[in-house]
């Protein structure tokens, strides 16, 4: 191991893990690696989670967010239900609260055709209900009153996005692990002859490690590309726009096609969110946060006296199928993969820890990983040929 004295600590008998990607995902998976006994170092090119991670809402949509049974619902469900526990632990470990709020998400019908897809959901989802337009402004009095009805889904949560990065660096500081800023990986090292992945190589030099972690986002495919994994994993630029009202307007979050209004804690309201594919291009453009704030304004007619707070974007991990790379590929072992994760990344943090956790230290997954295998990169390869 090439890790200097300062950074080993307690690090000489314990195996040691590397983390490519300080953002939600490579933060989950240290934390459960932590506990597992690994001693662990995360690598970022940037500041601590300055991408993604930092750039969501915060919803835990389980429901909302998924629009057929089968087994992507199912891994955000199971990751829903570690939430409320899994923040509860991080603020004991950690002291920061990562912000939780038990209150349900309202996906509101304003069209005809928004209310039938959303009522044939009801055929599959669980924990939903519909309301009626009267049942519905009784919960939330300051929608548009042109509101036809929507989808109740009491147990899509939310978090904030930024207290929970920052909850999990103090715990995963208090943990000892070494958190590496502004040291982009260049190369996943591997060992002559095995192919093994067994470091990297980073502007400090070459660092070595049992097991390294590639969690790196948007950003993930450059670097497997090299080992002969091409991982069809792009950036979808999202924009964002937070305003504040005098008094909140809203208790649930409220979602309609093209938009979606999430009320925090400080009492300020994050609207959310385009979505573009327009490469690594991180600039907030005026016209997106214009219609984002027409759109909230539709849903909310309030929102038109807000005052405004700030506006930002970030680069979502998207994949050809919308799921995620979770686990080993067999050309590279030593290596374990955990992005992709597209439009529920702080949804499925905790459940990703879990899994990575569980194939790093032998035991078999909690869930079935077959579905995000990262081999099937490579066949999706031979099938466009
Ligand atoms: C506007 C917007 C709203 C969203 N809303 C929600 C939501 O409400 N609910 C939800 O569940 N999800 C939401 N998401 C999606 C969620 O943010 C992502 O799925 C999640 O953050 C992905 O986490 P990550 O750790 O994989 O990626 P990132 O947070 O992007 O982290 C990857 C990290 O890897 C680092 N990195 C990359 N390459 C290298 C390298 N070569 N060397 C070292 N470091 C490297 C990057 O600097 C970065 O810090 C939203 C996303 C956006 C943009």
Same mark, same amino acid.
Request: proline share 6%; glycine share 10%; net charge negative.
């Given at each position: 191991?090439?890790?200097?004295?300062?950074?080993?600590?307690?690090?000489?008998?314990?195996?040691?893990?590397?983390?490519?990607?300080?953002?939600?995902?490579?933060?989950?998976?240290?934390?459960?690696?932590?506990?597992?006994?690994?001693?662990?170092?995360?690598?970022d090119?940037?500041?601590?989670?300055?991408?993604?991670?930092?750039?969501?809402?915060?919803?835990?949509?389980?429901?909302?967010?998924?629009?057929h049974?089968?087994?992507?619902?199912?891994?955000?469900? !199971?990751?829903?239900?570690?939430? *409320?526990?899994? %923040? =509860?632990? $991080?603020?004991?470990?950690?002291? &920061?609260? /990562?912000?939780?709020?038990?209150?349900?998400?309202?996906?509101a019908?304003l069209?005809?055709?928004?209310?039938?897809?959303?009522?044939?959901?009801?055929?599959?989802?669980?924990?939903?209900?519909?309301?009626?337009?009267?049942?519905?402004?009784?919960?939330?009095?300051?929608?548009?009153?042109?509101?036809?009805?929507?989808?109740?889904?009491?147990?899509?949560?939310?978090?904030?996005?930024?207290?929970?990065?920052?909850?999990?660096?103090?715990?995963?500081?208090?943990?000892?692990?070494?958190?590496?800023?502004?040291?982009p990986?260049?190369?996943?090292?591997?060992?002559?002859?095995?192919?093994?992945?067994?470091?990297?190589?980073?502007?400090?030099?070459?660092?070595?490690?049992?097991?390294?972690?590639? !969690?790196?986002?948007?950003?993930? *495919?450059?670097? %497997? =590309?090299? $080992?002969?994994?091409?991982?069809? &994993?792009? /950036?979808?630029?999202?924009?964002?726009?937070?305003?504040?009202?005098?008094?909140?307007?809203?208790?649930?979050?409220?979602?309609?096609?093209?938009?979606?209004?999430?009320?925090?804690?400080?009492?300020?309201?994050?609207?959310g969110?385009?979505?573009?594919?327009?490469?690594?291009?991180?600039?907030?453009?005026?016209?997106?946060?214009?219609?984002?704030?027409?759109?909230?304004?539709?849903?909310l007619?309030?929102?038109?006296?807000?005052?405004?707070?700030?506006?930002?974007?970030?680069?979502?991990?998207?994949?050809?199928?919308?799921?995620?790379?979770?686990?080993?590929?067999?050309?590279a072992?030593g290596?374990?993969l955990?992005?992709?994760?597209?439009?529920?990344?702080?949804?499925?943090?905790?459940?990703?820890?879990?899994?990575?956790?569980?194939?790093? %230290?032998?035991?078999t997954?909690?869930?079935?990983?077959?579905?995000?295998?990262?081999?099937?990169?490579?066949a999706?390869?031979?099938?466009a040929?």
């Open positions: 191991m090439n890790i200097s004295t300062s950074d080993r600590r307690n690090h000489s008998t314990r195996s040691h893990a590397i983390i490519v990607g300080g953002g939600v995902i490579g933060a989950s998976i240290a934390y459960e690696l932590g506990k597992a006994g690994f001693a662990c170092t995360i690598i090119k940037s500041g601590w989670s300055q991408e993604a991670s930092t750039a969501a809402a915060g919803m835990l949509g389980a429901q909302s967010e998924t629009h049974p089968g087994p992507f619902y199912d891994l955000c469900r !199971a990751s829903q239900q570690l939430y *409320s526990d899994w %923040t =509860e632990e $991080l603020e004991a470990a950690s002291g &920061i609260a /990562p912000q939780y709020i038990a209150k349900g998400i309202v996906r019908a069209s005809e055709e928004d209310e039938q897809e959303l009522r044939s959901r009801l055929d599959w989802i669980q924990d939903a209900e519909w309301l009626d337009a009267q049942s519905l402004l009784q919960i939330e009095n300051e929608l548009t009153p042109s509101v036809r009805g929507g989808l109740y889904l009491p147990k899509d949560h939310q978090v904030h996005p930024v207290w929970l990065t920052r909850s999990l660096r103090a715990a995963l500081e208090r943990q000892g692990c070494c958190v590496k800023e502004w040291a990986v260049f190369k996943l090292l591997t060992a002559p002859g095995t192919g093994s992945v067994c470091g990297v190589s980073t502007p400090e030099g070459e660092l070595y490690a049992d097991l390294v972690v590639l !969690a790196a986002g948007a950003w993930s *495919s450059s670097l %497997t =590309e090299p $080992l002969g994994l091409k991982l069809p &994993i792009f /950036p979808v630029k999202g924009q964002c726009l937070a305003l504040r009202t005098e008094a909140p307007l809203i208790s649930h979050t409220l979602f309609t096609k093209g938009c979606y209004i999430v009320p925090k804690a400080d009492g300020s309201c994050i609207i969110a385009t979505q573009v594919e327009a490469g690594f291009d991180k600039r907030a453009t005026a016209t997106a946060i214009s219609v984002l704030h027409d759109r909230a304004q539709e849903l007619p309030r929102m038109a006296e807000a005052e405004f707070v700030s506006t930002w974007s970030g680069l979502r991990p998207g994949t050809l199928d919308g799921l995620p790379y979770l686990g080993a590929w067999e050309g072992p290596l374990l955990a992005t992709g994760h597209f439009r529920n990344g702080i949804l499925l943090a905790p459940i990703t820890g879990r899994v990575i956790g569980q194939l790093a %230290t032998g035991i997954p909690e869930v079935d990983l077959t579905p995000y295998a990262p081999a099937r990169a490579l999706g390869a031979s099938q040929l």
